[in-house]
């Protein structure tokens, strides 16, 4: 097995990049997901209500992370020093307001007022303490710092599908080939380069992944969700992919090998 490609996802719900590598730092992948956006009542907002977000690139220029909205153009996201309390699930946490001109754009854009927030160093965001009983961190990611999924699990759904999709509506951060088709279910640490991660939970799917992520707008004629709700609902949810943690800083490339060092036996 080896790392097929890997993903980061500078602003959460945007369209993500790929890429040959990628750094990680207590985070995570070192810049995914430390900006997001909320609405007026703070709230956090994706592609689940306004799949839009899938048209608006964004891309790391240095340190910098930039997004480029359609008919708006690119703009550099920078925080403020304002402060302010958003929510991402039922984790209220402190975060550094973006800089108006991008956030105006944006509000233009989607026709709601927004804003970009940036989550700073000195937040802290606990990975849920009954997946991981150390006192871990994340960004703005729904749950877990990485999401690692299966190419081969995405190639035998997509041959139950009249429309198949790719692996970019699951929004992954890493993918594994040469496995078999869903074995990942009952990994629990992989060895990866030169890393350890420890796959914690299941990730359940939601109606993000019938947005096409080109076209932002919710595809009727592809049904990677109904089908997968087929002959994929655990008492977890409807699965695709599990969420993981790492035990150390470094670095993953494409092409790195993938071992299974540790499994659950069902």
Not at 8 to 25: E, H, R, T
Not at 96 to 120: H, I, W
Not at 182 to 188: A, I, L, Q, S, T
Not at 209 to 224: F, I, L, Y
Request: hydrophobic share 40%; glycine share 8%; proline share 6%.
């Amino acid at each position: 097995m080896r790392i097929h490609s890997l993903y980061l996802y500078p602003v959460k719900s945007l369209a993500g990049i790929q890429v040959d590598s990628f750094a990680m730092d207590e985070f995570g992948p070192a810049g995914d997901r430390r900006w997001m956006i909320v609405d007026d009542e703070r709230r956090f907002v994706t592609q689940r209500n306004y799949p839009q977000l899938a048209r608006i690139n964004a891309f790391f220029s240095g340190a910098r992370v930039e997004v480029d909205i359609p008919g708006e153009g690119a703009f550099s996201l920078q925080p403020t020093g304002e402060t302010l309390p958003v929510l991402v699930w039922r984790d209220w946490v402190k975060a550094r307001v973006g800089n108006s001109e991008a956030s105006e754009a944006l509000s233009r854009f989607c026709g709601q007022r927004f804003r970009f927030v940036y989550m700073p160093e000195e937040t802290f965001r606990r990975i849920d303490a009954d997946r991981v009983g150390e006192y871990r961190r994340v960004g703005f990611a729904d749950g877990f710092p990485f999401l690692i999924t299966n190419l081969a699990s995405l190639d035998e759904l997509n041959g139950r599908l009249e429309k198949p999709v790719e692996m970019r509506r699951f929004r992954p951060n890493i993918v594994v080939e040469g496995a078999e088709p869903w074995v990942e279910d009952d990994w629990r640490e992989l060895q990866i380069g030169a890393r350890q991660f420890r796959l914690v939970k299941p990730c359940s799917r939601c109606i993000m992944t019938t947005v096409d992520p080109d076209r932002g707008v919710k595809d009727p004629a592809a049904q990677p969700l109904r089908t997968l709700t087929g002959y994929r609902r655990t008492d977890e949810g409807v699965i695709f992919g599990m969420n993981a943690v790492h035990d150390q800083p470094g670095k993953i490339r494409v092409g790195d090998p993938v071992s299974i060092v540790k499994t659950e036996i069902t």
